[in-house]
């Protein structure tokens, strides 16, 4: 129960931010709504879906929500994640800042139709579970890189993680862009590229990580080609 209440706890501050950096901008900006429907609607999901996930991981995989909320000490990050985290952090905040700046300020494409807005709904939930599957399976997806030996970490090759070698990476992109359709924004998917750049960083060096700290992980990268995008990369 006490993890349970954590992670909602968590959850619950992550809702907050997220629902500030929305709606206080469509408030206050020319032409903007402090009820704005499609942003209430948007946090209303999320916070559904929130409260799913972290009662799911706390009743079926109770380790992996622990490892998300435990955040390991800065000695075992490198150096270059902790730059890389920052700049994953900042590009995050600023992306969910710049869509209603989009949609009522700087209007730089015309609005999606409502279906392609609902397709994005439904890709920002499958982008979402598809991250939570990924913590599901591996216990040892933290938010950060770093040595987990102290841990006890071994290697995950089953699941998502028999197709590429990082699909908690691949459902990230998805989540944004379906929501940036979804809210009302094609500039919001292209700034999503950005974030996705980020992200590639930090595959790079958990890659290094790994390599040089998880036992079996060379051999894996034989076996699974692929990082992020089957055939791909």
């Known amino acids: 129960m006490k993890l349970l209440l954590r992670g909602l706890f968590g959850g619950a501050v992550q809702l907050a931010l997220f629902a500030a950096l929305i709606l206080v901008p469509a408030g206050l900006l020319p032409g903007g709504t ?16 929130m409260f799913t996930a972290v009662t799911t991981l706390a009743l079926f995989a109770p380790r992996s929500l622990e490892a998300r909320l435990n955040r390991p000490s800065r000695k075992d990050q ?19 800042v710049f869509i209603p700046i989009d949609v009522f300020y700087l209007k730089l494409t015309p609005a999606p139709p409502l279906a392609i807005s609902a397709a994005g709904g439904v890709l920002a939930l499958a982008g979402y579970v598809f991250v939570i599957v990924t913590i599901y399976q591996n216990a040892y997806a933290i938010p950060v890189v770093a040595d ?20 908690l990476y691949l459902g990230i992109p998805f989540f944004f862009a379906g929501s940036a359709l979804w809210l009302g924004s094609y500039a919001g998917v292209i700034a999503g590229g950005a974030i996705l750049l980020t992200l590639i960083a930090r595959i790079v060096v958990e890659e ?18 692929y990082r992020l995008v089957p055939f791909v990369w």
Not at 34 to 48: A, F, K, T
Not at 211 to 223: A, F, K, S
Request: charged fraction near 15%; charge should be neutral; avoid cysteine.
């Open 148 to 167: 987990q030996t102290d841990q006890g970490q071994t290697l995950v090759d089953t699941g998502l993680y028999s197709v590429v070698r990082h699909p």
């Open 208 to 225: 290094r990580t790994l390599m040089d700290t998880l036992p079996g992980y060379p051999e894996y990268t034989q076996r699974v080609r």
């Open 34 to 49: 402090w009820s704005w429907e499609r942003g209430q609607l948007y946090i209303v999901g999320y916070g559904l879906a």
């Open 78 to 96: 490198p150096p270059a994640d902790r730059v890389i985290t920052a700049l994953i952090i900042s590009t995050s905040l600023a992306w969910f």
